[in-house]
């Protein structure tokens, strides 16, 4: 009878695994019909694959050039896996555990499951690949004769290569979706692939988040407050008090117009904005415009002429001001930068003390970015943007994404698609993917002037609105926040900005990188920062010398812009004083997507 019942059970299995596959079957026609609707969308690649083409080749041509250096470099590799194999011989022989010849990084998340492990096989695999991938990395890295963009692209690319060919990334070599495929008899394959039809046929890329778990407005960006001004470049939103007084002067935040305002006003518990707002400043929000074909000539001085600047103006009559204090994020501390010096050209003082949050103003050193910019590449997207308009954010999004390979798209890759899961709600990733596109000229401008050629530091490099720019005509009260994993904004790069103004400086390092060690709420993360209220000329020395501090860097930036914030006066309702309100926070212009 048990016979009976094992047979029976084998035969459901088998029949459930029968109509998983004929399932599959049936997919893979629209699977193909959405993969070739994608093909030529060249747009949305952030890469040239012909100028990725040439850098190797002219780096196999080094390569060549110095046969004796391959050659040692063949036998380091052979080397390593005389020691491996013999390491998994001896371990297998004896029947223990060998201290493995190759393991992955702390924090390399692609073999957490057990299986990498347990399965001597799975194990033997794993250790191959970081074998062959740190060799590979390391002997293009010091291929000499390279020039300095050839390299960026070589090593940046190779790693790319390296990251996709991990065996976690592949249905027969990840004992996960194995052991998974055969508990579900393949329902996680069915399920994978309709995520993945799914995604191509939305034309999103792959999908980070549960995107019907947000809406702008009702669950992120949700600090109440008015819009009381706008223009055809952004809205200005007063977000309403949370105090009986605020300080005096007002905080106008002007966030990076290549992504929405909102990574500064996600959920209330790590609202920056919210968080703000409690401590007692009248807090207004740039919402810049998501730009369409029709500003395609709009320039880097028309985001500070028609933008920072009316905001600053608009924000002083809202609350009947002469002064005001401003915080600058990422692309927006380079515009408040710039700013900043034009007005100190001028003999204009209405802006108090000055904070910027992962900013640039030298770009020698511009981090992973700069792969993506030189002579050749911007040629070719000026030509791209020309016809468009804009960039397509969904390129710079695809930029981003590719720094952090393993966490940003094959994490998903496996999870989505081989494991067949559907994505967790993550705010976050939900603004991460909620792009925003890039004005032909203010971006070929910010390209060509800052990271390639360097111009902002240098006095005199660049001219706005007919006004030389030197930073050094800088000279109020500046906070200055870094952030020590920041692949977009190097720390030590930020770390120049103080070196190349005048006043009172504060530079802060925060753990975690761009985004995480900004949006790093009080009580809510595990991040800590790093204070020194020396400035020394060097980086280095900086942190030698510095306190680590547990938690976040939010109150020592309270701390510090309260002593240029004024005297306490009543509490300001948005819309009741000269700037009438237009509508309520968010606004109209963060919602419109990218078309």
């Not at 491996?84 to 390399?108: L, R, S, V, Y």
């Not at 034009?342 to 003999?347: R, S």
């Not at 309260?562 to 300001?572: F, L, T, Y």
């Amino acid at each position: 009878m048990s016979d009976q019942h094992g047979d029976a059970a084998a035969n459901d299995e088998s029949a459930v695994l029968g109509e998983n596959l004929q399932k599959l079957g049936a997919q893979w026609q629209r699977l193909f019909q959405a993969y070739m609707a994608q093909l030529g969308d060249a747009e949305r690649l952030p890469f040239d694959p012909a100028i990725v083409g040439n850098a190797f080749l002219r780096l196999s041509s080094q390569m060549l050039a110095d046969p004796q250096r391959l050659a040692e470099a063949q036998m380091t590799l052979w080397r390593q896996y005389a020691e491996f194999w013999q390491n998994a011989a001896t371990g297998h022989a004896a029947g223990d555990a060998q201290a493995p010849t190759a393991a992955p990084d702390k924090g390399d998340r692609r073999f957490k499951d057990p299986g990498w492990n347990e399965n001597q096989v799975f194990d033997l695999l794993k250790q191959s690949y970081l074998i062959t991938s740190r060799w590979l990395q390391k002997t293009v890295a010091e291929v000499e004769g390279l020039d300095d963009d050839t390299r960026r692209k070589v090593d940046f690319y190779t790693r790319q290569f390296v990251d996709a060919m991990s065996p976690s990334n592949f249905f027969h070599t990840n004992p996960e979706v194995i052991r998974t495929t055969l508990e579900t008899h393949g329902e996680n394959l069915v399920h994978g692939l309709e995520n993945l039809i799914k995604d191509l046929e939305g034309g999103k890329g792959i999908s980070q988040t549960d995107f019907d778990a947000y809406e702008v407005g009702r669950n992120v960006a949700t600090t109440p407050g008015k819009v009381v001004f706008q223009n055809r470049l952004f809205q200005l939103i007063q977000y309403a008090p949370a105090t009986p007084d605020v300080f005096a002067l007002p905080l106008l935040i002007c966030p990076p117009w290549i992504n929405k305002y909102y990574i500064l006003d996600l959920k209330p518990e790590n609202s920056f904005v919210a968080w703000a707002v409690a401590q007692g400043f009248t807090v207004f929000m740039i919402s810049w415009v998501n730009p369409d074909a029709s500003y395609a000539s709009t320039a880097f001085e028309d985001y500070m002429n028609d933008g920072l600047l009316a905001a600053i103006g608009a924000a002083l009559q809202a609350t009947d001001q002469s002064k005001i204090n401003v915080v600058g994020y990422c692309v927006g501390g380079t515009l408040l930068a710039t700013t900043l010096a034009y007005l100190a050209t001028k003999g204009d003082s209405r802006v108090n003390a000055a904070t910027f949050l992962t900013a640039l103003v030298d770009f020698e050193d511009a981090g992973e970015l700069r792969v993506f910019i030189d002579e050749e590449q911007l040629k070719l997207l000026d030509e791209q943007m020309g016809e468009t308009g804009v960039l397509d954010g969904r390129r710079m999004a695809s930029a981003f994404n590719m720094m952090r390979a393993n966490d940003l798209i094959w994490s998903f890759v496996v999870n989505n698609y081989l494991l067949g899961k559907d994505p967790i709600p993550f705010d976050l990733l939900f603004w991460n993917a909620d792009g925003t596109n890039m004005p032909h000229a203010m971006h070929t401008f910010y390209l060509r002037n800052m990271y390639l050629r360097n111009l902002l530091s240098k006095p005199g490099g660049i001219e706005i609105a007919g006004v030389p720019i030197d930073l050094g005509k800088i000279d109020l009260p500046t906070y200055v926040l870094a952030t020590k994993e920041d692949h977009i904004a190097p720390w030590r790069s930020c770390y120049l900005l103080p070196q190349l103004i005048e006043g009172d400086k504060r530079f802060v390092l925060a753990q975690s990188g761009h985004v995480a060690g900004v949006v790093s709420a009080p009580g809510k993360t595990k991040y800590g920062h790093w204070t020194n209220d020396a400035l020394p000329e060097n980086a280095e020395a900086w942190l030698a010398g510095a306190r680590e501090n547990a938690g976040s860097w939010w109150p020592d930036w309270a701390a510090w812009l309260e002593s240029h914030a004024g005297d306490k006066v009543a509490a300001r309702q948005p819309g009741a004083g000269a700037m009438e309100a237009i509508e309520d926070a968010p606004g109209a212009y963060v919602k419109k997507a990218i078309a």
